[in-house]
């Protein structure tokens, strides 16, 4: 990877994290308001981000399917490419903002302060965990 992809990439990250803290504060004053639990906040986010990681193989394989194999590679274009990176940018955006609302019921649900930090390193270790076994068994591309 070059040095340019490489710090958009890391532009990328820190602008995800930055969007995805402040989605988060909304979503509970939101929340609040509106009557919501945190723990039906938190299933609706990682609902979201479930779909969001299905999205981009089952529309190519809608595409495929209907389009047909014999016009080519439907993959190829840069307009697929760039659905593909911002529906990539909301998964990560979607992960970070369940990760950060599990973070908020888990300080607003444990009264003690060691309970909260093993509940907030258990977290932290399980979200690692799926990153980590996320990609056993997929093709990586060169």
Not at 54 to 61: E, I, N, Q
Not at 66 to 75: D, E, L, M, P, S
Not at 92 to 97: E, K, L, M
Not at 126 to 140: N, Q, V
């Amino acid at each position: 990877m070059s040095d340019a992809a490489s710090a958009l990439g890391a532009l990328g990250s820190d602008l995800a994290f930055s969007v995805s803290f402040a989605i988060a504060n909304e979503l509970l004053d939101a929340g609040q308001n509106a009557g919501i639990s945190e723990d039906e906040l938190v299933a609706v986010v990682l609902t979201l981000a479930v779909v969001l990681t299905a999205l981009p193989r089952t529309v190519h394989a809608g595409i495929q399917q209907f389009a047909g194999k014999a016009k080519g590679n439907a993959r190829s274009s840069g307009l697929w490419d760039f659905l593909q990176l911002l529906v990539g940018i909301a998964k990560r955006i979607s992960i970070s903002v369940s990760v950060q609302l599990l973070a908020a019921n888990v300080r607003a649900k444990q009264p003690l302060r060691a309970v909260r930090v093993v509940s907030l390193l258990s977290v932290a270790i399980f979200f690692l965990f799926l990153e980590a076994t996320s990609s056993i068994g997929a093709t990586r591309r060169t």
